[in-house]
Every structure is written in structure tokens, then in C-alpha cells.
């Protein structure tokens, strides 16, 4: 069997913070999450999620420790090329959509590839509508965002963050803003793409319900990952 490929890896990696007593946020963090995985991490507020996940996303950068995302280290790019390595190798899912109402559904989620890009080319809406189609939202391509249902808003979000096939996506919260019903819905669309794609998923959530549902749950408490279990690999799918 040959060796699992991890998309993410961080080493040792600690945040302080300047003032008149150096404040540090985490403490020694050591991740690796592997592709294909579907992974939670919980912890209680004021753990320090919201500062890991930031460097996580290449959004913030440690003060010491290594970030590798698909065996590239971070810690020597420049902001252009962090900017770069993010756009294409991480997707992310918010509590809140942050889709533009203006756009319809599938220029919100070909938006990533014209980033890239710098242009619109044809391939972008097939690629978009093909992932609409995917969430279940054939039909609403042409529709204004701000005329879907929150439900419907998150699942745009989440083929958005996988307009650019990223290696990893990070989900903040993603169930958070929605009823039982449409955020049980989200959570199953993600978990196909997981299978489906082999896209590798980090979902930060509250719920134990969800958490349980992951093949493994990292536990942050002050600053450290206190536990990896390992859960069930078959939730089950939409059908």
C-alpha cells in the first residue's frame, strides 16, 4: 500500500502576540491531515481555533514551527506567493457565505477561477454549473444570491470553494447559520465531494453531532491539540 500524501502539515508551530507581557496562543501545534481525509476540529471558545485556523489558511503566519500545504513549507514565501498557494490549493467554507447578491449562483462560483486567471473564459461556467449540478442546485445557476435560501446560499458556498479543485478545504463553522435540516444537508454535500473528488476537508464545528461524523476529531484546549480520535469513515452520503 503506498504511503497516504498529507495536503497539510504543521510542525511545532506556536503564535504569541507582542505587548507588554508577549502573550502565546498556541503552543506546539503538530497537524497532518492526508488526502482524502474528513477531519473536526472542537474546542471550547477561547481555545485558539479561530488564530490556528488563520494560519491554517495561510491567512496569518506562526511565530515559529513549520506549515507545509502538499509538501511545499510556507515559511519562506513572500506574501504574492502565499496569496498564489492559497488561491489554488485551499478552498474555505464560512458560517457566513459571503457570496456577492448581485452575482448569480454560478458567477459566484467561477469568481475563484477568474481570480486566477485574470479573464472569463466559457470553461468556467461549465465548471461552475457542473459543481451546482453536483450540490444539487441544477436549475438555480441564472439565479440572483440573494434571491436563494440560506441553505441554498451555503451550498454555493461550498462548490465555490471547490471551483479551483483544491487539495483541502476549510470549513469555519459551516452548519453554524443554518436550521438542523439544511445544515445536516451542507455537511452531506461536503462529504461526497470528500469521497467523490478526494478532496481533503477540515471542518471547525461546535456540534458533536457533526464532529462524530468525521473520520477523526482533533480537540484544541488552551492553545494545544489534546486528542485525535479516530471515528466512523461511512456517514452516509446524499442520495
Same mark, same amino acid.
Given at each position: 500500500?503506498?504511503?497516504?500524501?498529507?495536503?497539510?502539515?504543521?510542525?511545532?508551530?506556536?503564535?504569541?502576540?507582542?505587548?507588554?507581557?508577549?502573550?502565546?496562543?498556541?503552543?506546539?501545534?503538530?497537524?497532518?491531515?492526508?488526502?482524502?481525509?474528513?477531519?473536526?476540529?472542537?474546542?471550547?471558545?477561547?481555545?485558539?481555533?479561530?488564530?490556528?485556523?488563520?494560519?491554517?489558511?495561510?491567512?496569518?503566519?506562526?511565530?515559529?514551527?513549520?506549515?507545509?500545504?502538499?509538501?511545499?513549507?510556507?515559511?519562506?514565501?513572500?506574501?504574492?506567493?502565499?496569496t498564489k498557494l492559497r488561491g489554488r490549493s485551499l478552498g474555505f467554507v464560512f458560517q457566513f457565505h459571503h457570496?456577492?447578491?448581485?452575482?448569480?449562483?454560478?458567477?459566484?462560483?467561477?469568481?475563484?477561477?477568474?481570480?486566477?486567471?485574470?479573464?472569463?473564459?466559457?470553461? *468556467? +461556467?461549465?465548471?461552475? &454549473?457542473? @459543481?451546482?449540478?453536483?450540490?444539487? /442546485?441544477?436549475?438555480? #445557476?441564472? $439565479? !440572483? =444570491?440573494?434571491?436563494?435560501?440560506?441553505?441554498?446560499?451555503?451550498?454555493?458556498?461550498?462548490?465555490?470553494?471547490?471551483?479551483?479543485?483544491?487539495?483541502?478545504?476549510?470549513?469555519?463553522?459551516?452548519?453554524?447559520?443554518?436550521?438542523?435540516?439544511?445544515?445536516?444537508?451542507?455537511?452531506?454535500? *461536503? +462529504?461526497?465531494?470528500? &469521497?467523490? @473528488?478526494?478532496?481533503?476537508?477540515? /471542518?471547525?464545528?461546535? #456540534?458533536? $453531532? !457533526? =464532529?462524530?461524523?468525521?473520520?477523526?476529531?482533533?480537540?484544541?484546549?488552551?492553545?494545544?491539540?489534546?486528542?485525535?480520535?479516530?471515528?466512523?469513515?461511512?456517514?452516509?452520503?446524499?442520495?
Amino acid at each position: 500500500m503506498s504511503e497516504a500524501t498529507a495536503v497539510l502539515e504543521l510542525r511545532g508551530v506556536r503564535k504569541s502576540y507582542p505587548g507588554a507581557v508577549s502573550t502565546e496562543v498556541l503552543h506546539g501545534i503538530d497537524i497532518r491531515v492526508d488526502r482524502g481525509e474528513f477531519v473536526a476540529l472542537v474546542g471550547p471558545s477561547g481555545s485558539g481555533k479561530s488564530t490556528l485556523l488563520n494560519i491554517l489558511g495561510l491567512l496569518d503566519r506562526p511565530t515559529s514551527g513549520t506549515v507545509e500545504i502538499l509538501g511545499e513549507d510556507c515559511t519562506g514565501l513572500d506574501d504574492a506567493g502565499l496569496t498564489k498557494l492559497r488561491g489554488r490549493s485551499l478552498g474555505f467554507v464560512f458560517q457566513f457565505h459571503h457570496l456577492l447578491p448581485a452575482f448569480t449562483a454560478e458567477e459566484n462560483v467561477y469568481l475563484p477561477l477568474m481570480a486566477d486567471k485574470g479573464h472569463f473564459e466559457p470553461g *468556467m +461556467r461549465e465548471r461552475a &454549473r457542473d @459543481l451546482l449540478g453536483r450540490i444539487g /442546485l441544477e436549475g438555480f #445557476e441564472t $439565479r !440572483l =444570491a440573494s434571491r436563494l435560501s440560506g441553505g441554498q446560499q451555503q451550498r454555493v458556498a461550498i462548490a465555490r470553494a471547490l471551483a479551483m479543485s483544491p487539495a483541502l478545504v476549510l470549513a469555519d463553522e459551516p452548519t453554524g447559520n443554518l436550521d438542523q435540516a439544511s445544515g445536516q444537508q451542507a455537511f452531506q454535500f *461536503m +462529504r461526497r465531494f470528500n &469521497r467523490e @473528488l478526494g478532496t481533503a476537508f477540515l /471542518l471547525v464545528t461546535h #456540534e458533536p $453531532r !457533526l =464532529a462524530a461524523l468525521c473520520d477523526r476529531t482533533l480537540t484544541l484546549v488552551d492553545g494545544r491539540i489534546v486528542g485525535g480520535e479516530t471515528g466512523p469513515k461511512g456517514s452516509p452520503a446524499v442520495a
